[in-house]
């Protein structure tokens, strides 16, 4: 994301003040009504369905994101902090209390935690297994419950398709700023449908997602910048051997 410069701030500052003190005998002087999609990438002008369409184009031709938030499913909320790309993914989860980060390269799937996590998955029934694993990358098999449940975490085509969707009918609710980045809002429903602020600098990327029914709150940022993926050492990896631990 850009943040919008600062010389672009104070000439709005100073149109203002100018607006505001000099009158020309036909009323304010020309061209004081301020139009908050100059200099933009014009999609604050469309109507709901196509800014809707826009940015979820732009979305999907992204190559990554970083995707940060809360996320409420099933009466549980996972917090999330996920750098997202097409081959892989990093970063932490954390649930009830317990933190754990996950890796992704290709079809592998890595989770890593401390004792404490351990021990809780496994009721505490053995913790010196527990502190085998404290902080080291565990191989999730791909046939094991645990595959599925957390893979979607990384998955980014998965996460963008299940969180960018507003419900009920489409609307806007003005021009917004996130991070320093000039937004239009969508809303589903006035808003009781959720909310999504979309960029109005580059592409209409989306950068702030409220969830309907207050199913959590999800930035998005980092669009399109790359970052590398590095399989652990053979030391930091261990091979679970048998299905993890399904708490």
């Given at each position: 994301?850009?943040?919008?410069?600062?010389?672009?701030?104070?000439?709005?500052?100073?149109?203002?003040?100018?607006?505001?003190?000099?009158?020309?005998?036909?009323?304010?002087?020309?061209?004081?009504?301020?139009?908050?999609?100059?200099?933009?990438?014009?999609?604050?002008?469309?109507?709901?369905?196509?800014?809707?369409?826009?940015?979820?184009?732009?979305?999907?031709?992204?190559?990554?994101?970083?995707?940060?938030?809360?996320?409420?499913?099933?009466?549980?909320?996972?917090?999330?902090?996920?750098?997202?790309?097409?081959?892989?993914?990093?970063?932490?989860?954390?649930?009830?209390?317990?933190?754990?980060?996950?890796?992704?390269?290709?079809?592998?799937?890595?989770?890593?935690?401390?004792?404490?996590?351990?021990?809780?998955?496994?009721?505490?029934?053995?913790?010196?297994?527990?502190?085998?694993?404290?902080?080291?990358?565990?191989?999730?098999?791909?046939?094991?419950?645990?595959?599925?449940?957390?893979?979607?975490?990384?998955?980014?085509?998965?996460?963008?398709?299940?969180?960018?969707?507003?419900?009920?009918?489409?609307?806007?609710?003005?021009?917004?700023?996130?991070?320093?980045?000039?937004?239009?809002?969508?809303?589903?429903?006035?808003?009781?449908?959720?909310?999504?602020?979309?960029?109005?600098?580059?592409?209409?990327?989306?950068l702030l997602l409220v969830r309907a029914g207050g199913a959590g709150t999800l930035a998005f940022s980092s669009w399109?910048?790359?970052?590398?993926?590095?399989?652990?050492?053979?030391?930091?990896?261990?091979?679970?051997?048998?299905?993890?631990?399904?708490?």
């Open positions: 994301m850009t943040a919008i410069p600062l010389g672009r701030t104070r000439r709005t500052a100073l149109v203002s003040a100018m607006c505001t003190l000099v009158v020309t005998g036909t009323g304010l002087l020309s061209g004081c009504s301020e139009d908050p999609d100059a200099g933009t990438n014009g999609v604050g002008k469309l109507p709901a369905d196509q800014i809707q369409s826009k940015t979820r184009a732009a979305a999907e031709s992204a190559d990554s994101v970083r995707l940060s938030g809360n996320v409420v499913t099933n009466g549980r909320t996972y917090k999330l902090d996920m750098r997202l790309k097409s081959d892989g993914a990093t970063g932490t989860v954390t649930a009830q209390g317990g933190a754990f980060g996950l890796l992704r390269i290709g079809e592998q799937l890595y989770l890593k935690a401390d004792s404490a996590f351990w021990n809780h998955a496994d009721g505490d029934k053995d913790a010196s297994a527990a502190g085998k694993l404290d902080g080291k990358y565990v191989k999730v098999p791909q046939g094991d419950p645990s595959y599925k449940k957390f893979v979607g975490f990384t998955d980014m085509d998965v996460l963008l398709d299940g969180l960018l969707t507003l419900h009920g009918s489409l609307g806007t609710d003005g021009h917004h700023e996130q991070a320093g980045t000039p937004t239009i809002r969508l809303t589903g429903d006035e808003g009781s449908g959720g909310t999504l602020d979309v960029s109005l600098e580059g592409k209409p990327y989306p399109g910048k790359d970052f590398a993926l590095t399989k652990p050492d053979k030391n930091e990896t261990v091979d679970y051997g048998k299905k993890l631990p399904a708490s």
